[in-house]
């Protein structure tokens, strides 16, 4: 494999048993390449092994004044000089092809996983390792697998270079057969707490980047609660704890490398002191002493390959465990039933009663946005089991004793529930979600994801141009302007266009940022759900398509879904008004069981928790504004010509949403009072 012939066209099947597992498996699945750098390898370090030869038959040439001794010491010293040069590079060469192949191999893996779990990877992985695992990580992982190439032209140079020296002057070569093992095995004691030092080093740094990654993620409600310090504080912590165990590794690491350099140094001095009084003795000539010399020199080279493929391994094993682990998470791809009828018909939901009839727009109110999330992934064909896993994330980490250390007295209480809930009934599957009648855990994922897409509640847009943004599978019969036009996008276009670089003017030919940064986030939430209406699903799940948008941009965004997905069906999970008040049904979903069906201004009426739910007002809030309505005398309309009538205070949050200004989002709430901020905090300090 060259690195012009990548991508792989099949990555394989990666052992995930454990990382050494999988460090196995990568080697085996390039020997060709392994093999091709060793040789290269062997070419280097035999013609660097071979070098004292030479010089042993020009130190003795010129004791015996012998032209043409010299003259062919010179001529090897040129030949071994260009196998040197030759074999240096292609082993290079050689080594980093198999680096870049290695990790390409990985990247590919880890970009099947992910197109295969999709945004299940990170409820069962934290953000933190899988941001770990495909950019550090991978560069371990790399690092051994290019090593191990130059230990093994190393070991067998070694093993080579002993065997030659006995057999030419026996009486020194024993001794450096004897003493070369020493030297290699003198460090495997330390191996094990250098080891065990870069493992706790690599832990604190996976949790220091977790931590990051999550405090960034949450960085606008921790701003809103005043929590961005407490999270701040918090990351120092860690990144000092991960300063302090750099500096426990390193120095076990530079024990280790002191050792490989004085073991030698011995070596090398009772060669010299042996060899000279064998020369004194005339037992040998002054050009074997050189030669054992330049030999025992030699020797001190490869053993610096022993110590970095055993760095190398220690690095990279907890790397290639946590590669392990994502790639052994694994969701069924092929269902029971591969001769399904087209997937069309009623959606329904058997864990939650949730029934969305074909062909029309239904609004779904969960009053918990994590409840509408999860609800919204079993819409798509999550396998039913999947809510109950638990989240990896939150397993407790073993051998941390700082950690067991700071639980304090409640660590007693903590293990005693933890106790509990082990022993406790474990919940049994959910069951799976069907599309006319057909259960879409039974049909193979890639049929249940083009029968119905969801859209999440913070979509991704790639960078590229718009053109290649709605460059998606679709079934042709929705065109980007149409989608872009009932998603509102006339303001976003027009911001492309003078944002183009090309001169043409057209918003299509316009690049998009990664992630579209340069755009805000109503017109980023609008982008992305045009994307979704161009692949004109048969079911369409959409949760809170319109949180980011004003209100008079939200009523159109209504009427535009509402009329270009006419006859498809379509599930939105929302709680404004303004959306609920356009849908064909509206399902009341609290606490995961449905507990009301009818159309918005019904449910407003006749169900108090839907109206408290929906108009964000509480009971007792409800209670005093009817009291006040009560005390306040009704007027008769037709005494007064001029009035109107008056507006029901139960739909009041609806009017609201229609005559707030355009400048004011739809969803901003009253500042938090500083009092529930310290609630908030103290809450926050409790959770973590």
């Known amino acids: 494999m060259q690195i012009r012939d990548l991508p792989?066209?099949?990555p394989g099947v990666p052992d995930v048993r454990s990382g050494g597992r999988f460090l196995v498996w990568l080697y085996r699945m390039q020997l060709g390449g392994q093999f091709k750098a060793m040789a290269w390898g062997l070419v280097h370090t035999g013609a660097v092994a071979s070098f004292p030869v030479p010089v042993g038959i020009a130190v003795q040439a010129v004791a015996d004044r012998s032209g043409a001794d010299l003259a062919l010491a010179g001529g090897l010293m040129a030949v071994l000089g260009v196998l040197i040069s030759v074999g240096d590079t292609m082993l290079h060469r050689a080594a980093v092809t198999n680096w870049i192949t290695a990790v390409a191999r990985i990247q590919q893996l880890l970009a099947r996983k992910t197109a295969e779990l999709?945004?299940?990877?990170?409820?069962?992985?934290?953000a933190g390792e899988v941001v770990a695992v495909s950019t550090g990580d991978l560069e371990k992982i790399g690092w051994f697998v290019e090593a191990i190439s130059r230990f093994s032209a190393a070991a067998l140079t070694t093993v080579g270079v002993c065997v030659a020296l006995v057999i030419y002057q026996p009486t020194l070569g024993v001794v450096v057969a004897i003493g070369v093992p020493v030297l290699a095995l003198a460090v495997l004691p330390l191996l094990p707490r250098a080891t065990r030092?870069?493992?706790?080093?690599?832990?604190k740094a996976g949790r220091a980047t977790e931590l990051a990654s999550d405090t960034v993620a949450g960085l606008r409600v921790l701003r809103g609660i005043g929590g961005e310090e407490l999270f701040l504080g918090r990351y120092r912590t860690a990144s000092q704890d991960v300063r302090k165990a750099a500096v426990r590794s390193a120095r076990m690491w530079s024990l280790i490398s002191a050792v490989q350099v004085a073991l030698p140094g011995l070596l090398l001095i009772v060669v010299v002191w042996y060899g000279a009084r064998l020369a004194l003795d005339g037992r040998i000539e002054v050009g074997a002493l050189v030669t054992m010399y330049s030999a025992v020199t030699f020797?001190?080279?490869?053993l610096q390959h022993f110590e970095e493929i055993a760095q190398a391994y220690s690095f990279s094993r907890p790397s290639a465990k946590r590669a392990a682990r994502v790639l052994a998470l694994s969701r069924p791809t092929d269902g029971r039933i591969t001769d399904h009828a087209p997937l069309r018909g009623d959606l329904y939901d058997p864990a939650t009663g949730l029934l969305a009839p074909a062909g029309r727009l239904t609004a779904v109110v969960c009053g918990d946005p994590d409840a509408a999330g999860r609800l919204a992934e079993r819409l798509g064909g999550h396998p039913a089991n999947e809510p109950d896993e638990r989240d990896e994330r939150d397993a407790p980490v073993t051998g941390a004793p700082d950690e067991a250390?700071?639980?304090?007295?409640?660590?007693?209480?903590?293990?005693?529930e933890a106790a509990a809930d082990a022993a406790g009934p474990t919940l049994a599957p959910l069951p799976s979600v069907e599309l006319g009648g057909t259960p879409l855990d039974d049909v193979p994922r890639d049929a249940a994801r083009r029968a119905v897409l969801v859209q999440d509640k913070d979509p991704v847009l790639l960078s590229g141009t718009l053109h290649e943004l709605f460059d998606?599978?679709?079934s042709g019969a929705v065109t980007a302007e149409q989608a872009l036009a009932a998603a509102q996008c006339d303001d976003v276009l027009a911001a492309l266009a003078q944002s183009g670089t090309d001169g043409s003017g057209d918003p299509m030919h316009s690049r998009i940022t990664e992630r579209g940064r340069s755009l805000s986030g109503g017109q980023r939430q609008r982008l992305a759900l045009a994307r979704s209406l161009v692949t004109d699903p048969e079911v369409l799940v959409l949760d809170e398509p319109t949180s980011a948008v004003d209100s008079h941009t939200e009523a159109r965004i209504a009427d535009g879904l509402r009329a270009l997905r006419d006859g498809r069906t379509t599930i939105v999970l929302t709680s404004s008004p303004l959306v609920l008040d356009r849908a064909d049904q509206v399902v009341f979903l609290p606490e995961g069981k449905v507990t009301a069906v009818g159309p918005h201004r019904d449910l407003l009426r006749t169900s108090a928790a839907y109206h408290s739910v929906v108009t964000r007002e509480t009971d007792e809030e409800r209670a005093r504004k009817q009291a006040a309505d009560a005390s306040v005398p009704r007027e008769d309309p037709q005494?007064?010509?001029?009035?109107?009538?008056?507006?029901?205070?139960?739909d009041g949050a609806q009017g609201a949403s229609h005559e707030a200004p355009a400048g004011i989002p739809r969803d901003t709430e009253p500042a938090t009072p500083p009092h529930a901020r310290v609630g908030a905090l103290d809450s926050i300090e409790e959770t973590a």
């Open 118 to 126: 999709g945004s299940a990877l990170t409820r069962r992985v934290a």
């Open 8 to 10: 792989h066209p099949d």
């Open 197 to 203: 030092r870069a493992d706790e080093q690599r832990e």
């Open 405 to 416: 250390n700071s639980a304090g007295e409640g660590g007693e209480k903590d293990r005693e």
């Open 639 to 650: 005494e007064d010509p001029g009035e109107g009538p008056r507006a029901d205070p139960r």
């Open 472 to 474: 998606v599978p679709s």
């Open 299 to 302: 020797l001190l080279y490869p």
